[in-house]
C-alpha cells in the first residue's frame, strides 16, 4: 500500500487552490498589493475567522471598508479613540468594535515601532531565543497589551495557555509560508518552524491518518501532527494544512465514512475511518510518522 505522503501530495495536486482561496479567508489578503496592507489585512481576516463562514467573510470586508484602501497607514496613523470611533457599531459573535479596536491599535504601535508586523515578529522571536511558539506568544503579548477584556484574550489567544490558537497560526502560516498563491512568505522565518493549525477539520482528517490519536485539539496536538508532517517535509511541513482543511470545510470529508464521499477521496487507502468502516485493516503507516 502507498504510504501517506504520497497520498498527501496526490491531494496537494487534486487541490484547486484558486478557486478554493475564493472561498477561504485568506483571499480578502491578495485584494492588496503592498505587503505592509497584507500583514494588516490578514490580522483582521484570521483574527475574524471564526464561527459561520458567511458571517466572517461579512464582518471581515465590513471592517476592511471602514480601514479604507490603506490599512496599514490607517492603522499606524489612528489614535486609539480614532479606531474606536470608526469601528463602534461593530459585532462580531462575542467581538465588539472595541475589541478590535485595541487590537488594531497596538497593531499599529507594533507598525510605528518596527516598521513591519513581519519584523516586529522576527524581534519577538529573537526574544524568545528562536522557539516559534515563545515569540508567537510575545507577539500575540503586544497585540493583546495591557487589556484584559475576555474577547480581546478570545481574540488575541495565548499559545502558552495550551489551547491550539488556530487563528493566530493560521495567520503565522499565512505570512511565513512561501507565496504560492495561497501563502506570502513575507515574514523572515523559516517555513519549517510553523506549527499547523488546527480546527475540527484538521484534527478529524489527522485523526482518521494516525497524525495524531489525541482526543482535544490542543497546542499538543498541533505539535504532534506537525512533527508526524515534518517527516514528510521537513523544511515546510505544513504545506499540506489548506488541502486537508479544505477537504473538511468542502464536507467532502463525512464524520463517518460515505462511500458517496470516501470512494473519490485520495485518502482513502490511508485513511482508517475508511478502511476500518468497510471492513478493512487499516495499513500500518506508524514507522512512517514516528
Ligand atoms: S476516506 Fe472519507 S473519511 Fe477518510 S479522509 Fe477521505 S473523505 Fe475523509
Known amino acids: 500500500m502507498d504510504g501517506i505522503r504520497e497520498h498527501l501530495d496526490a491531494l496537494l495536486a487534486s487541490c484547486d487552490a484558486e478557486s478554493t482561496r475564493s472561498r477561504d479567508p485568506v483571499d480578502f489578503v491578495h485584494g492588496y498589493d503592498a505587503p505592509c496592507d497584507q500583514e494588516v489585512v490578514g490580522l483582521v481576516a484570521a483574527s475574524l475567522a471564526f464561527g459561520n463562514a458567511v458571517a466572517a467573510r461579512r464582518s471581515i470586508d465590513r471592517v476592511l471598508t471602514i480601514l479604507g484602501p490603506e490599512p496599514a497607514a490607517t492603522v499606524a496613523g489612528a489614535s486609539h479613540a480614532e479606531l474606536r470611533r470608526r469601528l463602534r457599531g461593530f459585532v462580531h459573535r462575542i467581538y465588539r468594535g472595541e475589541h478590535l479596536a485595541s487590537v488594531l491599535w497596538r497593531a499599529g504601535e507594533l507598525l510605528r515601532e518596527h516598521e513591519t508586523l513581519g519584523k516586529a515578529f522576527a524581534h519577538f522571536h529573537r526574544e524568545g531565543e528562536g522557539d516559534f511558539r515563545e515569540g508567537l506568544a510575545r507577539f500575540a503579548d503586544a497585540l493583546r497589551g495591557h487589556v484584559t477584556s475576555r474577547s480581546v484574550r478570545h481574540l488575541v489567544s495565548d499559545p502558552r495557555a495550551g489551547s491550539a ?3 493566530l497560526v493560521l495567520y503565522s502560516r499565512w505570512m511565513v509560508r512561501p507565496a504560492d498563491g495561497v501563502d506570502l512568505g513575507l515574514w523572515p522565518i523559516a517555513p519549517s518552524e510553523l506549527v499547523i493549525p488546527v480546527d475540527t477539520h484538521i484534527h478529524r482528517i489527522s485523526r482518521n491518518l494516525g ?3 489525541r482526543r482535544t485539539a490542543t497546542w ?3 505539535e504532534e501532527i506537525t512533527a508526524a508532517l515534518r ?3 521537513p523544511e515546510d511541513p505544513v504545506k499540506y494544512d489548506f488541502a486537508l482543511c479544505h477537504l473538511g470545510v468542502s464536507r467532502e470529508c463525512p464524520s463517518r465514512p460515505d462511500p458517496a464521499k ?4 485520495v485518502l ?3 485513511c482508517s475511518v ?3 468502516g468497510r471492513g478493512k485493516t487499516p495499513g500500518d503507516f ?3 510518522i514516528q
Open 165 to 167: 490558537c488556530k487563528r
Open 211 to 213: 497524525l495524531t490519536n
Open 220 to 222: 499538543a496536538t498541533a
Open 231 to 233: 517527516k514528510f517535509d
Open 262 to 265: 470516501c470512494e473519490q477521496c
Open 268 to 270: 482513502q487507502d490511508v
Open 274 to 276: 475508511w478502511t476500518t
Open 286 to 288: 506508524s514507522e512512517e
